[in-house]
Each structure stands twice: as C-alpha cells, then as structure tokens.
C-alpha cells in the first residue's frame, strides 16, 4: 500500500517536474492517486463465472466496512459447489479494490475461485489441478479471478509489485491467483 503510494507520487513529481506544471496539474492528478490511498468510498465488482451472479457495490464507506456489503460479497464468492458461504477475509477485497485502481480498470473481475470448502479443496487436490493441499482458498484468503481488457501478465506484474500477499500466474487456465497469506510469486 504505502509502495504503491510512493510510486504513484514519485511519477507524479516526474511528470509535474516534467511538463513544469504547478497546482493546475496538481489538480488533475490527484482525485485518481487519491481514489486509490483513502477516499470516502471503495468499491467492487464481480462476475461469477460458474454461477452468472454479479454483483456491483461499495464495501467501504468513510472509513468503515459495510456489514451488508460484505454478506453479499461473501454470497457471490462462496463455494459455488456445495453453497457453503464464509467470510471473506477484507484485506482481500482491499488488495482487489487497490489492483483494479492500480490498473486504471472499473470492470468486474471475473471470479473463477473464491471460498472453497475443505471438501471441494480435497476433491480437486486429489484429482491433481494444481490446488494446494492447505489451500488459503479454504481460509477466505484468496481468489481466482481475470480482468477483462486487462493482460493477465500485468494483473500478475501489478499484483506482485503490490507486494500484498501470495500472487500466481495460471496462463493455461487463464487466471491470476492472488492471496493475502505470506508475500510470495509463481
Ligand atoms: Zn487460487
């Protein structure tokens, strides 16, 4: 977080140094280099891919967590195979929200993964998918998800510079897994 706020101030000195500008390109900067440090609102979007569901909404507001937006988070990322539903872990959503306002996008992420129960965990462990025996997935603490007109190489790049958790690139499957568990990359 705090990283990614000094890159976005040291390219902001560079351009203003650049282009010799004063408080008029301070101005126009800053609502975006804002929207993602700490503004009124953070918000989400998903498209579920297995079930179709959507959901559009903000989770944050003024500094507080949105009770009923987070059920509703937590419904559309549930294990779509049992329908077992399990709080999603926020800093999660945080690492979601600041990825998404890193790369300059406002469309849903595309949710291939979110909670997965220790059944479903064991079933597709056991049938070789490449899922983690001790999966955070099982835990709420991580998701599997694309960002349509985003290159999955640089949500992955992105991610990893976020330096926010577990990030892993699954170019066969089409997905950037991403964790809030210890800082790591594959
Ligand atoms: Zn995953």
Redesign the pocket.
């Known amino acids: 977080m705090i990283g990614l706020h000094d890159n976005l101030l040291k390219s902001f000195d560079r351009w203003s140094f650049l282009v010799g500008g004063g408080a008029l390109v301070a101005s126009a900067i800053l609502p975006a280099a804002a929207s993602i440090a700490a503004t009124g609102e953070r918000r989400l979007s998903f498209y579920q891919l297995h079930t179709g569901e959507k959901l559009d909404l903000p989770y944050w507001i003024e500094g507080a967590y949105v009770p009923e937006a987070l059920k509703e988070i937590n419904e559309i990322l549930r294990d779509f195979r049992t329908s077992e539903v399990r709080p999603i872990d926020v800093r999660l959503l945080d690492l979601l929200h600041n990825l998404r306002g890193a790369l300059g996008s406002d469309v849903p992420f595309h949710v291939i993964?979110g909670y997965r129960s220790p059944k479903t965990n064991e079933r597709l462990s056991s049938s070789g998918g490449g899922v983690a025996k001790r999966?955070l997935?099982m835990k709420g603490k991580?998701?599997?998800v694309r960002l349509p007109g985003r290159k999955l190489r640089d949500l992955h790049k992105t991610a990893v510079r976020m330096k926010w958790g577990g990030v892993?690139l699954y170019s066969k499957s089409r997905f950037v897994?991403l964790?809030v568990g210890r800082v790591r990359y594959w």
């Open positions: 993964s999966s997935h991580a998701i599997d892993g897994h964790d």
